[in-house]
């Protein structure tokens, strides 16, 4: 008879923590990625490096005059 | 062997207690009630406004110069440095702090919720609970307004029924899940929320949000929406009582740090506080990221522009006052521009551009349709609005804006309202590219993931 009642004490504690248990987790996922990652920068081709070189050799001589 | 039985139950009874503690809602005892209780709730953010605390709905130094990062009117690529770790290379280093954004704009709307559905009828008649209703439907429209102009995609006149909105939320309920509504239908919200917070008609400078800025959101609203008559209608309202200054009144209306002076309707910073500190620190970080030499080459007048040397000296570095302000020159620039676009009212479009060179410009030379300047293939901003090629006198509007709201917060909205281009800035050999996508920054994840059916914007 002992056995019985610790069985459904066991039981129906079980039961109402797994149900707690899910109130408390549904709201918010966890182990998620709370962040957006964008695609990585690409590399300057020769082009694009000698345009913008030539822009700040012009602003250096701008600021030294 | 009864003993155990009671002990048992008990223990299971004070277990299902537990279970119904977790159900309670605490805001059930602490949301308020009365007039000066909703009155305390604002004051809580016009204050942030006033520090210049507030980076939500008006903005303060650091997140001015934040989007002016953001934007073309500084060369990222010419940044010193070391500060390019300081300030953002474009706006996909910080695209992650919209989801901030977002939920700090829909808790401004929270507590506007609480006053407008909370308020008694009884204090509706009284002149403060008036008040506080005005602020609140005002403060309300400004925060969608924001949300449109960041998480939606710029207005397409004949599809935004069909354009993805933002949820729709009206009355403070913790348990809703609104998924995003159509554009259109969020507009309409903005403009009924402005409409009837013009009717309660306030004028008092305490709530800051008054009549005038409730008719000077409206206009924006109307002008986003491309709802070019009305844009019109309600911009002439505001410069008939607030009219365009020049010379000296117009340098010190930029210049003042904390005074609200000439025709500026709203503005962040009203009272020195600790954020002076933050404010210097931003002034003097955006010095080393100079003005795009595109954008200096605008002022054709040179020194004869008074904006010229307002904004920045010699070596391009800024010298104007990173300040979100709402003032008189942003409506004669939606007059000019909505006449504009309504075809056959270039004459009336070119008299309001005008209106505003002549008290910028001395001497002056008032543009006609044979003067106006032509338009460079080499301008980032390639469609307009309603996505038609530049014309010259567009191309003159939309460039004389780019002079005056320069580091006001506008450029980058500019940007999007106008055919959202795609340029680059380079930094440490890298090339980030400002993709038309990022223009719309990303709703929340943790609200994609919670919320079954709440799409996210295209890019991310």
């Not at chain 2, 305490?206 to 929406?225: G, I, N, P, Q």
């Not at chain 2, 506080?273 to 210097?280: I, P, R």
């Not at chain 2, 929340?444 to 919320?451: A, E, F, M, R, T």
């Amino acid at each position: 008879m002992k056995k019985i009642l610790i069985g459904i004490v066991i039981i129906v504690n079980c039961l109402m923590a797994s149900c707690t248990g899910i109130e408390e987790e549904a709201p918010r996922p966890k182990g998620v990625q709370m962040d957006y990652i964008l695609y990585p920068p690409s590399e300057l081709n020769a082009q694009e490096r000698l345009y913008l070189e030539e822009r700040e050799a012009e602003y250096r001589e701008l600021f030294n005059k | 062997m009864k003993k155990i039985l009671i002990s048992a139950l008990i223990f299971c009874l004070l277990l299902s207690s537990c279970s119904e503690f977790l159900d309670l809602k605490p805001y059930g005892r602490t949301i308020p009630k009365t007039a000066d209780e909703f009155s305390a709730l604002l004051h809580k953010h016009l204050g942030d406004i006033d520090y210049g605390t507030d980076a939500v709905i008006v903005g303060n130094a650091s997140n001015v110069t934040a989007y002016a990062c953001y934007a073309d009117n500084l060369d990222a690529s010419l940044t010193e440095k070391d500060f390019r770790k300081v300030l953002p290379n474009y706006i996909g280093t910080r695209i992650n702090s919209f989801q901030g954004l977002y939920r700090n704009l829909y808790s401004r709307i929270r507590d506007c919720n609480i006053i407008i559905n909370r308020i008694t009828e009884a204090d509706k008649s009284t002149s403060k609970g008036q008040e506080v209703l005005a602020t609140a439907y005002t403060m309300r429209a400004i925060c969608y307004y924001s949300l449109i102009q960041h998480y939606c995609e710029p207005f397409e006149k004949g599809s935004s029924n069909d354009q993805l909105g933002v949820p729709l939320v009206e009355s403070f309920d913790m348990e809703a899940r609104p998924l995003r509504t159509g554009l259109q239908n969020v507009i309409n919200f903005v403009i009924d929320d402005l409409k009837k917070a013009i009717d309660l008609n306030i004028s008092k400078e305490e709530y800051r949000f008054t009549v005038d800025v409730s008719k000077a959101y409206l206009a924006r609203m109307y002008f986003w929406a491309e709802d070019w008559t009305n844009a019109i209608a309600v911009s002439k309202e505001i410069l008939s009582k607030h009219p365009l200054i020049s010379g000296e009144a117009y340098v010190t209306m930029l210049t003042d740090r904390y005074n609200k002076k000439g025709n500026v309707l709203l503005r962040s910073y009203i009272f020195p506080g600790t954020s002076d500190l933050s404010y210097e620190s931003v002034e003097s970080q955006i010095k080393h990221r100079p003005a795009s030499k595109d954008f200096v080459d605008l002022f054709v007048e040179k020194e004869a522009d008074i904006r010229y040397e307002l904004s920045f000296n010699s070596v391009r570095q800024n010298q104007k006052n990173p300040c979100a302000r709402v003032r008189s020159a942003e409506f004669c620039l939606i007059i000019a521009e909505s006449y504009a676009h309504l075809g056959g009212k270039d004459a009336e479009s070119l008299e309001w551009l005008n209106k505003l060179r002549e008290n910028r410009i001395s001497p002056f030379v008032p543009y006609t349709m044979f003067n106006l300047p032509k338009v460079d293939p080499d301008y980032i901003i390639k469609k307009d609005a309603e996505d038609k090629n530049l014309t010259s006198l567009m191309y003159a509007i939309i460039t004389e804006r780019q002079k005056e709201l320069y580091m006001e917060k506008d450029r980058f909205f500019e940007l999007k309202r106008n055919g959202r281009p795609t340029f680059w800035v380079g930094a440490n050999g890298l090339k980030y590219v400002m993709e038309k996508f990022l223009y719309t920054t990303p709703l929340p994840k943790s609200d994609i993931d919670i919320v079954n059916g709440l799409k996210q914007n295209k890019g991310y």
